[in-house]
């Protein structure tokens, strides 16, 4: 396992060193400074849209890493090839895969500590300027439970890139990113696939969408973003079990991607 | 025990999308390259070279057949530890220093920081890298890549360095410097398996060599076996000889050609029949002086063309 640790460590240089991570995270907190400007035009709802766009800009931006980067972890390496020199290394190729997930992991959680930072740093300087901002509002302008929400985004974007990491084992970039955000979509709309039954007269459709909604990834879970904005309660169980199943998911696809990477000729 | 082994080592590929037909890159290739020798694999662009290597180095699978490396199965985490390996035009991580690439590297091995970074400044300074190595990789000629690829493939002091075209991309110097680290590597007792189709290189270097060609491999053996048996004649230099004495030599056939090489002194071109000494007795017979009598063999390269040449055959299986 320390060899994982070793190549996600340099994954993370890699993320470091490249600029255009560094231009996402400018542009994040660029757009959340937008919406400070943004909220100060809204009378009576300026946190509220605040905290909206804050979130969907860190999940947004947090996607948007994971899926051109992971879709690149691979593919990059055998394009390149500078994993000629990295495999006849002493390691297995799974944990070499393993490593680079891990490594663009720790990229996301990083870039997405910062970007939350940066968020409740507005949040903070809007309640200082305006102190009696959160009297107009259900929740206070800092409230902790959109940590709940941000949690469940990073173990989200995980899974994406999980996903990522699977489909850039054996396909090219464009088919990997077109692959992974379609999945991402559709997970997005996965729990309509549990009732669509209901609204079907074929029974065979209604059994195979039933079979799409346990197969597919229900990204619509780890979506919080909208009641903690709206002080509604996330249970802690709640949070739980989807980080739970979450992982588990993450489980299944890294097995999937490093049983493919295992057998796959470097030409 | 020999050090790399392979036996019906076979690579098939599918080519094709209407009609997929099976294309042999490596055809039942039996190999043994005993430990501590430098061995060549020689061939044409094309003829499997760097297809063994990546079999060797696992990093594609064959099709049947089966390689060991120092009495193991390739792949082997243990074996890994034991080999180093150099890819054809090898390709870093650009963002990373020559320093910091071999750092990474030798830390996969499970070296201690201190070692991983004593490692990588001995061999960084082995291969002719000096102040470049704090410079990011992307800013590195060929050439340089080329000394960096050579110093990674040694940073665990393997028993066993797999060079893929190790020459390629170096200046004279360069070339002479690899050649020299080679020498200096198999007086260490490692083992060099080094692909290449520059056979000058093979010649000043190689105990033995195969010779690979269209996926198969045509010969396999020691460079002085090979060449000793490829005598195609004779160079005599002789001294005080007359122009009627050469006439009459050439007259009867024992000389094919002769070049005057100073007052008197000439350098004959002399047949495999009769033999030389024959000859040689009837000139000092007529007032001629041995300088010296050398044996005119088949180069490298002329044994290598004629076996490339016959190697014949496709390389397209029909589908069963």
Known sequence: MKVVGLVAVNVFKESVRDKVLYSIVVFAVILMSTTYLIGQLTAGQDTKIIKDLGLASISI???LIAIFIG????????????IYTLLP???????????????LVLTLVINIAVMTAAFYVVLALMRR????????????????????????????????????????????????ALLTAGLWVAGHFNSDLRNFGAVVASPM????????????PNFSAFDVKSQVVHAQAVPASYVALTC????????????????????RDFK | MDAISTEALTKH?????????????????????????????LGPNGAGKTTTLKLLMQ????????????????????????VGYLPENPYFYDYLTAEELLVYFASLFGYAPAERRARASRLLDEVGIGAERRLQLRKFSKGMLQRVGIAQALINEPEVVFLDEPMSGLDPIGRREIRELILRLRDRGCTVFFSSHVLSDAETLCSRVAIMAKGRLVTAGALADMLAFQVRGWELVVSGLTDAVLAAAKARGDVIDATTVGAARYALELPLDPPPEKTLAALIAQGASLVSLTPVRDTLEDFFVKQVSSAGGSRFRESA
């Open chain 1, 89 to 103: 290394k002493p390691m297995r190729r799974q944990e070499f895969l393993l490593g680079k997930y891990f490594g």
């Open chain 1, 244 to 263: 739970a199943y979450g992982l588990t998911y993450i489980a299944l696809v890294l097995v999937g991607a490093a049983a493919i990477f295992a057998r």
């Open chain 1, 205 to 216: 459709l209604a059994q195979l969408t039933r079979a799409m909604y346990y197969v597919l």
């Open chain 2, 13 to 41: 590929y599918t080519v094709g999308f209407w009609r997929p037909r099976p294309y042999v890159a490596i055809d039942a290739l039996t190999l043994q390259v005993h430990a501590g020798e430098v061995f060549g694999f």
């Open chain 1, 129 to 176: 300027v305006e102190p009696g901002i959160d009297a107009a509002s259900a929740a206070s302008a800092t409230d902790p439970a959109m940590l709940k929400a941000i949690a469940l985004v990073i173990v989200e974007l995980m899974l994406v890139t999980a996903i990522a990491l699977f489909f850039s084992t054996f396909s090219s970039p464009f088919l990997s």
């Open chain 1, 71 to 82: 879709i690149g972890l691979v593919w990059k390496e055998v394009e390149k090839r500078s």
């Open chain 1, 61 to 63: 931006f947090g996607l």
């Open chain 2, 59 to 82: 990093l594609i699978f064959p099709t049947s057949g089966r390689a060991d490396i120092l009495g193991k199965p390739v792949g082997d985490l243990d074996v890994k530890r034991r």
